[in-house]
């Protein structure tokens, strides 16, 4: 244990996970198996967007003549339909052509009046234009993105729109990372699963179904096993379960110091730990490493705690692996409306409530800030970022990690 690196800084221990990263797989999946993967090639356009000139108004289409005066009186030739070419329509000045928003624009055509500014005669035969036809109404072939073009690139964590984008540039499978299996293994012998009566001194176990919800909101598959006592045999097994069966593993519980902190004991004496602790409140008593060659991370028993450290060094850890830009981590600025304590050699995550008003968005900590109270964490909407040294007084501006 002596050259473990020991309580360090947060940056530090994202570097030093970062070194052991987890094993990658590629797979090509359907789009609608696509949302919140991460892309793991550059994504080109098999087409023009749009592939053709368009109109984006329903009206008329016409030829735009400088020399005209408005009102001006033009013949209907027919109605572009929403795709095809009409042979008929071949619009010349003095010529229209009803249109559809979409629909591609007649030979001849370049410019279009929206509905509401024409008038059409009672036999349906001519319009009476009331003002120019504008050409900004024609939506130009290839204007959004010209075929050939990198619209999406390696690592882009593919969001609703994203997903949109792909089928736009004409694909119909995109190729990304395999989910991650994350391994979920929470320990304590006080632990209950949710429904069964409980005993005195014993708790409901709720950080494995919080973290779950953090894999999947990551994008990538959560295995929550059973909860394990705190015994060398038991932990020894669930260890050595998940770790072949996932990609990550995850820990509840059991680094601390105490007697019954069994993770930090087995990896201290049959894993490979690469650091314990660092300088977060709350949430100083992670460990990383790697079990039997699977990367693991020891995280607090502390509900609160446990989220924490999800979100600022697991999360950071597969985005970076899979050189990926979401989901992303915003920070805000807000204005402290109540006072929060900080630890000064640690990054302090509070768990805040955001209200957005003129001066800006507000910051209020209406809530006790103990670690084991999700009740905080569940009703808050940020998570203050002090640095070590800020001290969180009222009226101070800081960054908040939006929830
Ligand atoms: P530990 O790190 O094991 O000492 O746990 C710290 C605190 O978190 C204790 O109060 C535990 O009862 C609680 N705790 C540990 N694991 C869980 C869990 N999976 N769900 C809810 N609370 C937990
Ligand atoms: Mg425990």
């Given at each position: 244990?002596?050259?473990?690196?020991?309580?360090?800084?947060?940056?530090?221990?994202?570097?030093?996970?970062?070194k052991?990263?987890?094993?990658?797989?590629?797979?090509?999946?359907?789009?609608d198996n696509?949302?919140?993967r991460?892309?793991?090639?550059?994504l080109?356009?098999?087409?023009?967007?749009?592939?053709?000139?368009?109109?984006?108004?329903?009206?008329?289409?016409?030829?735009f003549?400088?020399?005209?005066?408005?009102p001006l009186?033009?013949?209907?030739?027919?109605?572009?339909?929403?795709?095809?070419?009409n042979?008929?329509?071949?619009?010349?000045?003095?010529?229209?052509?009803?249109?559809?928003?979409?629909?591609?624009?007649?030979?001849?055509s370049?410019?279009?009046?929206?509905?509401?500014?024409?008038?059409v005669s009672?036999?349906?035969?001519?319009v009476?234009?009331?003002e120019?036809?504008?050409?900004?109404?024609?939506?130009?072939?290839?204007?959004?993105l010209?075929e050939?073009?990198?619209?999406?690139?390696?690592?882009?964590?593919?969001?609703?729109?994203?997903?949109?984008?792909?089928a736009t540039?004409?694909?119909?499978?995109?190729?990304?990372?395999?989910?991650?299996?994350?391994g979920?293994?929470?320990?304590g012998?006080?632990?209950?699963?949710?429904?069964e009566?409980?005993?005195?001194?014993?708790?409901?176990?709720?950080?494995?179904?919080?973290?779950?919800?953090?894999?999947?909101?990551?994008?990538?598959?959560?295995?929550?096993?059973?909860?394990?006592?705190?015994?060398?045999?038991?932990?020894?097994?669930?260890?050595?379960?998940a770790?072949?069966?996932?990609?990550?593993?995850?820990?509840s519980g059991?680094?601390?110091?105490?007697?019954?902190?069994?993770?930090?004991?087995i990896?201290?004496?049959?894993?490979e730990?690469?650091?314990?602790?660092?300088?977060?409140?709350?949430?100083?008593?992670?460990?990383?490493?790697?079990?039997?060659?699977?990367?693991i991370?020891?995280?607090p028993?502390?509900?609160?705690?446990?989220?924490?450290v999800?979100?600022?060094l697991?999360?950071?850890y597969?985005?970076?692996?899979?050189g990926?830009?979401g989901?992303k981590?915003?920070?805000?600025?807000?204005?402290?409306?109540?006072?929060v304590?900080?630890?000064?050699?640690?990054v302090t995550?509070?768990?805040?409530?955001?209200?957005?008003?003129?001066?800006?968005?507000?910051?209020?900590?209406?809530?006790?800030?103990?670690?084991g109270?999700?009740d905080?964490l569940?009703?808050?909407?940020?998570?203050?970022?002090?640095?070590?040294?800020?001290?969180?007084?009222?009226?101070?501006?800081?960054?908040?990690?939006?929830?």
């Amino acid at each position: 244990m002596s050259e473990t690196p020991y309580f360090i800084q947060l940056d530090e221990a994202r570097a030093l996970c970062s070194k052991t990263p987890p094993a990658l797989a590629v797979e090509h999946v359907s789009l609608d198996n696509a949302h919140q993967r991460t892309l793991a090639a550059d994504l080109q356009s098999l087409v023009n967007d749009p592939p053709f000139d368009n109109s984006s108004m329903d009206g008329f289409a016409c030829r735009f003549d400088p020399s005209a005066t408005y009102p001006l009186t033009l013949r209907i030739l027919g109605t572009q339909a929403a795709s095809g070419e009409n042979p008929e329509l071949s619009v010349g000045v003095g010529d229209a052509a009803r249109i559809m928003t979409g629909a591609p624009m007649p030979a001849g055509s370049d410019a279009i009046l929206p509905i509401e500014m024409c008038t059409v005669s009672e036999d349906g035969k001519s319009v009476v234009l009331n003002e120019a036809p504008k050409p900004h109404f024609v939506r130009k072939k290839g204007e959004n993105l010209q075929e050939g073009a990198t619209a999406l690139i390696k690592g882009s964590y593919l969001s609703p729109a994203q997903v949109g984008l792909c089928a736009t540039m004409g694909h119909a499978t995109v190729p990304v990372y395999r989910r991650l299996k994350m391994g979920i293994i929470s320990t304590g012998d006080e632990l209950k699963f949710p429904g069964e009566p409980l005993l005195h001194g014993e708790i409901y176990e709720s950080n494995s179904f919080g973290l779950a919800g953090l894999v999947r909101w990551l994008g990538h598959e959560p295995v929550r096993y059973q909860a394990v006592a705190d015994s060398l045999d038991g932990l020894r097994a669930a260890l050595n379960k998940a770790s072949a069966e996932c990609d990550i593993v995850l820990t509840s519980g059991g680094v601390s110091m105490g007697e019954f902190d069994y993770v930090r004991r087995i990896m201290e004496t049959e894993g490979e730990i690469h650091f314990w602790r660092m300088k977060i409140r709350p949430g100083s008593p992670p460990l990383f490493g790697l079990w039997k060659g699977t990367p693991i991370f020891g995280l607090p028993g502390n509900p609160v705690s446990s989220h924490v450290v999800f979100r600022m060094l697991v999360a950071d850890y597969v985005r970076h692996a899979l050189g990926s830009d979401g989901p992303k981590e915003w920070t805000v600025r807000a204005k402290l409306c109540d006072r929060v304590k900080s630890t000064m050699d640690c990054v302090t995550l509070r768990r805040v409530e955001l209200v957005s008003t003129d001066e800006g968005m507000m910051a209020y900590q209406p809530k006790h800030q103990g670690s084991g109270n999700l009740d905080s964490l569940a009703s808050a909407s940020g998570l203050t970022m002090l640095q070590p040294g800020e001290i969180g007084e009222v009226g101070e501006w800081i960054d908040v990690v939006v929830l």
